[in-house]
């Protein structure tokens, strides 16, 4: 039988493109994994996917997996438009390269272990472990350590 894992995550940008900060909440049971990165220059939506792959590669086996995330650009990318992507090249429907293709394709495959339901949670809505994390990414943006690499200008 799976472990029933529930992922928190929230990414963040100061300025976009700028300083920007992920941060996300694992839950299993009564275990908790809060955990959050701070990178010199990249973007929002960068900062939304990597919340979301740093939390699923870290865990060590298949699991039945529920992400929480206000952002409909990964929900939705994830679950309808990477299929055309794929099909087209990485394009979108106006003939422009998608971005963030590195982060897409990682993704993919660290979900693809496990079985995944997507919730959408309104931003600044109320939800206790959103609002943490949120607060988490800001705050690593503030204070950055990495550089993120497959940032392109």
Known sequence: MLKTIKIFSDGSCLGNPGPGG????????EYENISSSGFYLTTNNRMELMGIIVATESLKQPCCITISTDSQYVQKGILYWI??????GWKTS???????????LRLEKSLNLHQ???KWIKSHSGNKKNEQCDHLARESAKFPTLKDFGYIL
Request: positive net charge; hydrophobic residues 40%.
């Open 22 to 29: 992920y941060s996300f909440i694992i839950q299993h049971l």
């Open 83 to 88: 299929k055309n992507w794929k099909t087209k």
């Open 94 to 104: 106006r003939k422009t390269y998608v971005k963030n293709v590195d982060l897409w």
């Open 116 to 118: 995944v339901t997507w």
